[in-house]
Each structure stands twice: as structure tokens, then as C-alpha cells.
């Protein structure tokens, strides 16, 4: 019995060992602050003494943050890793993560989005989110190298969709292991 739990404990130590390696490229936070509003609008919370964006309208965009991508890192796999807090007064959000990749000319080569609903803990309630998007080391064999990344509203009329911030980290594979 006892060999029988050694051979478990180091076949699960040999695969969880095994997966892929990344380095960090950037990191960028952003916080919804006066002269940087889009579609959303800037409230403060009196309790939490923080300010926070609110979206209202369908299809409108919030928090927003643009990364370059650096020389080296052009026409590599990337993740983009996206947290924050967010909260909503719908059940099932519309509200998204979306980020886009585009080109020097300013091209949109791609345009992915991700639902916060499932890290939404309860209705007007702030929680925790971490999700993340694949981006391949070329789209429709164009090279782009600015990453935008946005909080956008999907159609909901009537939801008042919050987020206080948004921390977006750029991940390139290295190796596997």
C-alpha cells in the first residue's frame, strides 16, 4: 500500500511539472479616472471611497488600456491576462473584457471578447475577475503590435454594468517543459 501511494504522489508530482513556461512582456493598470472617460461614466463610491466606471447603454466601452508591443516580441504567441473588479444589476451580464489586435496602420486584426457573468458572484455585488485571450503570433498573416483592451458593454438594455479597474498582463510562451 505504501509503494502504491509513493507511486501516486510522484506521477502526480511528474504531471503537474509538465505544462508550458512564460515570461511576462508588460504589465499595465488601469483606473477610470477624470479626463480618461469614454462611454462610461465616473462615480464614487462613498463607502469603499474609490471611484469606479459605470457602463448603461449597449455597446459602449469603458476602461481602456493600450499596450505596444515590443520589437522582440512581435510575431510571437501571446496571452493577454486580464483582472480586476467588476460588478453588475443583471443576473447574467453582458458585460465583456475585449481585446484587439491591430497594426501599425491601425488595422483591427482581431477582436476577442470575454464574459465577466461567470465571475460574478451576485447581483450588485463587486467581485474578482482573472480570465485570459489567446493571440497567435500572426493574424490572417499580418503582424499587428498594439494590444487594446477594453471593458465593453454587450446589448442590455437596462444593466448598469461597474468595473473600479483593470490590470492587463502581456505573457509570451518561452519554452515547454
Known amino acids: 500500500m505504501r509503494y502504491f501511494a509513493a507511486i501516486l504522489f510522484l506521477l502526480g508530482v511528474l504531471l503537474s511539472s509538465c505544462g508550458e513556461s512564460y515570461k511576462t512582456v508588460g504589465r499595465q493598470i488601469s483606473v477610470p479616472e477624470k479626463g480618461k472617460l469614454h462611454d462610461d461614466s465616473l462615480l464614487f463610491d462613498s463607502i469603499g471611497k474609490f471611484y469606479f ?12 488600456n493600450t499596450f505596444h508591443i515590443p520589437e522582440e516580441n512581435i510575431k510571437k ?31 483591427t486584426l482581431c477582436w ?45 438594455a437596462g444593466e448598469k454594468f461597474d468595473v473600479d479597474s483593470l490590470v492587463v498582463t502581456v505573457r509570451q510562451k518561452v519554452s515547454y517543459i
Open 112 to 156: 476577442k471578447a470575454r464574459f465577466l457573468k461567470s465571475h460574478l458572484i451576485d447581483v450588485n455585488t463587486w467581485s474578482h475577475f482573472k480570465d485570459s485571450i489567446f493571440l497567435p503570433a500572426q493574424l490572417d498573416f499580418k503582424t499587428y503590435n498594439v494590444i487594446n483592451t477594453f471593458v465593453l458593454l454587450g446589448p442590455s
Open 77 to 107: 504567441e501571446l496571452w493577454v491576462v486580464f483582472e480586476g473588479r467588476a460588478r453588475s444589476n443583471y443576473p447574467y451580464s453582458n458585460g465583456t473584457i475585449t481585446v484587439v489586435g491591430s497594426n501599425e496602420k491601425n488595422e
Open 53 to 64: 466606471s459605470r457602463l448603461v447603454s449597449p455597446g459602449v466601452f469603458g476602461v481602456y
